[in-house]
């Protein structure tokens, strides 16, 4: 996998998917996303990933 964006920003791109009210940021946030992992299941496998780290230390 190339070199992955900043956390903020991932944090940013998840925020917009849920944004229900702007169908146009939702899709945006989602793309940049996939863009960024390969997959939509990959990124939230990373994102869990991270989560699970964090709570550990």
Known sequence: ??????ESLIRTWVW??????NPEL????????INAFGSLQKAIE???????LNEAN
Do not use: A, C, F, W
């Open 1 to 6: 996998m190339h070199k992955l964006p900043p």
């Open 16 to 21: 917009m998917m849920s944004e229900k009210d």
């Open 26 to 33: 939702t899709e945006k946030g989602r793309q940049n996303l």
């Open 46 to 52: 990373y994102i869990e990933k991270q989560v699970n």
